[in-house]
Every structure is written in structure tokens, then in C-alpha cells.
């Protein structure tokens, strides 16, 4: 009996220094949120329709997240107000893109757009990738997608991204080697949002989909931020606003006829101008999602070579821009240089031949002077404009046929004679 006993005893101890040596040992997951730090937010798109974010802003809330764009050539229509209104009244301002491809090549076609729809923009937060529709992917196809967008959007726009996830597909779906990008997670109806094994912490939490805000008619998202959403600071995204244009004798306006299916996003290549430019030149154009066939649109596009040039694609570059700025069309680049499979897909490095139509000084008098291209910001006036460029306000106004000059729009490209 006495030898049992002390077998018992042995035995037992043994077990005890296997249960405290795995607790020591194994990894633990300290999951929350990544500081002590909660900032309320919000995150909007066109069902909120119109916004007053003074009464938001004075409600509490400290960040917004805008929806920009979707797919390949949706942009929300309300995006432009929604930006210029948030931070009118001083929120802390982010992006975010509902990702629709199916592919690795969609993946970069969607990154590239929407480094596009958000240039010349101001950001405070990660860019957000929303990518939540998976249709039939398998889990190796969704990861792989998901990598290649946000590598590519980063690459675009030299800003950190942030994966916006349901609580679900974080735990089952996206793979641990996303993890070096952020998680913004939504998980409803729980005192704190549910570990997934794979994220230490999040930088955001989704908490209902139901929310309630002053100045917002409706349900809206409701989150929390922590200070790992935040930039380091304020980050102008890089925007090509001033561009050299040919000179007036070697441009066209031509009368474009919507055909079934087009988009303006992709007219705007074909005829390598800007969606903006062409929204400018017609008033008819309300929403720049929606135009339909048989509509007629005044497009600015170039002709009469002076020479080709040999261009090496620069960060940040898309064809339309290139064209833009040597006065020629994305389809003229594109059947010069058979290297470009896809137009929306350009690298870095890559060397183009290219027609230089571009003739970006005119002499008057003892003047030379260089039009530009200029991409209207929010606050500009057309004074102000034209103090800083040499000009005046009547010339500005009939060189673009500005009916009235005190009314002036953010994201709307003017042509100016830079005579400094």
C-alpha cells in the first residue's frame, strides 16, 4: 500500500509539470485592440445619401471611412461631397474599395483604379481593402487576390493599406501571411469582437451595422478605431493636376455618341483624356456612373506628330496620363508598343515608343508661356488660380467657357496659360 501511495503521488506530480510546462511554453494571443487609445468612427457610401458631418463631428464621431470605388469603374457618387464636407468639418478622413475581381489580373486592374479615383485626395487612414464577396474563389484564390490588390495599391500609392473583414472569413478564410497588413474587423451583437487565431489585434472593430448619428438620416456602420488606423501624418496622394497640353493647333474636339455598355472611365482612355475633363467640357453629365446610349459628349483629343520618344514608365504612371500629357490617345500607345496586353496594367521600368504631340510653349509678344492642365481642389477660386499662374480670371473663364466665374468645382480640369 505505502508503495501505491508514493506511485500515486509520483505520477500525479509528473502530470502536474506537463500541464505547467505547456502552459508555460506554448504561444499565448493577446487579442484586442492595438492601444488603449478608441476613436469613434463611421464608414459611408451613397446609401446615406446626404450628410451633415458638422452635426456628425459635433455628435462624437472622429473618423470617417468614404467609400470611393468599386470594380474596375464604379466610383461612388457620392464621394466627392462626402471627402469635401468630412473635412470641411475636420474628421480624420479614409478610403475604402469594394473589391469585386476574380483574378489576379482583376486584382491590380481594381488596385490601379481605385490609387486612381483617390488621387489629389488628402488621407489621414490606411487605404482599406472591402473584399467580402468571394462568389466561387477557393480560399488559395481569395488569399491570392487579396495579396496581389493590396500589394499592388501600396506599391501605387506609397500608403499603408488596412483588410477590412467580417470576423468570420478572418478566422477561416484570409491566410496568416496577411497579417503584416492591419485588420479592421466587424463583428456584431458581442462585447468585443471574437479572436481569430491568426491577428494579435485589430485597429478596427465594426460593432452594428445599425447605427445611429446625428446629421445622418438612417442606419449607419458604427466603429472603433484605435491609433493603428492612423497615417503618421496627413498624406497628400500624388495627383498629376498639372499637366503640359499641346498647343490649341494640334488639338480636336470631336462629338462622341454613347454606344451600349460604354463607361466614361473607359472613353476617357480610348481618347486619352480624364473622366474629369470630360465631365467638365459637359454639363449634361450629372453622374459620371451613369450616361447612356445615344448621348453625345464634347471630347477634347490631340493630333499632328512632332516626333516619337522613347518613355520609361515612372510609380504612379497610368497610360491615360501619359497620353494626356504628349498629346496623344492610350490606343495609339497601346498599338505601338505590343508589350501592353492590358492598358489598365503597366509596370514600373517599362519602356514605351511613343508619338510626341505635345507642344507645350507658345510665344505672345515677349512672353513665353506654357498651358497647362489644372485639377481644381477644394477651397480654389479662379482668383486665386490666376494670381498663381500668371493669369487673369477673365482668361481663364474663356479659355474654358466659365460662364460663371465664382462657380468652380472641385475635381473639374481647367486649361491655363502659365505665362510665371
Known amino acids: 500500500m505505502k508503495h501505491k501511495h508514493i506511485f500515486k503521488i509520483t505520477l500525479l506530480s509528473f502530470v502536474f509539470l506537463i500541464i505547467f510546462t505547456y502552459f508555460s511554453f506554448s504561444p499565448t494571443y493577446a487579442w484586442g485592440p492595438s492601444s488603449n487609445q ?60 469594394y473589391v469585386t475581381a476574380r483574378s489576379i489580373e482583376q486584382a491590380r486592374e481594381q488596385a490601379l483604379f481605385f490609387e486612381n479615383v483617390i488621387n489629389g485626395k488628402h488621407v489621414d ?30 506599391s501605387a500609392t506609397n500608403i499603408k493599406a488596412v483588410i477590412y473583414s467580417n470576423a468570420y472569413s478572418a478566422r477561416t478564410i484570409f491566410s496568416s501571411e496577411l497579417t503584416k497588413y492591419p485588420l479592421w474587423v466587424a463583428n456584431y451583437g458581442v462585447s468585443t469582437p471574437g479572436s481569430n487565431g491568426k491577428w494579435d489585434t485589430w485597429v478596427g472593430w465594426q460593432y ?86 445615344g448621348q453625345q459628349f464634347v471630347i477634347q483629343t490631340n493630333s499632328k506628330s512632332s516626333g516619337t520618344i522613347n518613355y520609361t514608365v515612372k510609380k504612379g504612371d497610368t497610360l491615360s496620363q501619359i497620353a494626356l500629357v504628349y498629346g496623344t490617345s492610350v490606343s495609339s500607345i497601346v498599338s505601338q508598343n505590343p508589350i501592353i496586353k492590358n492598358p489598365n496594367l503597366i509596370y514600373p521600368g517599362q519602356v514605351f515608343i511613343i508619338n510626341n504631340n505635345s507642344n507645350t510653349s507658345i510665344t505672345g509678344g515677349n512672353n513665353s508661356c506654357g498651358k497647362i492642365l489644372y485639377k481644381i481642389k477644394y477651397g480654389d477660386t479662379l482668383s486665386e488660380i490666376a494670381l498663381r499662374y500668371g493669369d487673369t480670371v477673365e482668361e481663364i473663364a474663356t479659355l474654358n467657357n466659365i460662364s460663371n466665374p465664382n462657380m468652380i468645382y472641385a475635381g473639374s480640369i481647367i486649361r491655363i496659360q502659365n505665362c510665371k
Not at 43 to 63: P, T
Not at 215 to 231: A, E, H, K, P
Open 38 to 97: 478608441i476613436y469613434q468612427g463611421i464608414d459611408v457610401s451613397n446609401w446615406q445619401r446626404n450628410i451633415d458631418f458638422n452635426a456628425v463631428k459635433n455628435s462624437g464621431i472622429d473618423v470617417v471611412y468614404i467609400k470611393s470605388s468599386e470594380g474596375r469603374s464604379f466610383i461612388d457618387p457620392y464621394f466627392e461631397t462626402n471627402y469635401n464636407n468630412a473635412r470641411a468639418n475636420g474628421l480624420k478622413v479614409g478610403f475604402y474599395h
Open 125 to 154: 487612414c490606411r487605404l482599406a481593402m472591402d473584399f467580402e464577396d468571394f462568389g466561387n474563389l477557393s480560399v488559395s484564390q481569395i488569399n491570392e487576390i487579396s495579396k496581389v490588390f493590396l500589394e499592388t495599391l501600396e
Open 208 to 293: 452594428t451595422s445599425t447605427g445611429t448619428v446625428n446629421g445622418i438620416s438612417g442606419y449607419v456602420d458604427r466603429n472603433q478605431f484605435t491609433d493603428g488606423i492612423f497615417l503618421s501624418t496627413d498624406i497628400h496622394i500624388p495627383d498629376s493636376d498639372i499637366k503640359p497640353i499641346p498647343d490649341d493647333n494640334t488639338s480636336n474636339t470631336i462629338t462622341y455618341t454613347v454606344k451600349s455598355g460604354d463607361t466614361l472611365s473607359q472613353i476617357a482612355l480610348n481618347y486619352g483624356t480624364t473622366v474629369s475633363s470630360i465631365v467638365a467640357l459637359n454639363p449634361i453629365i450629372k453622374n459620371p456612373n451613369l450616361i447612356y446610349p
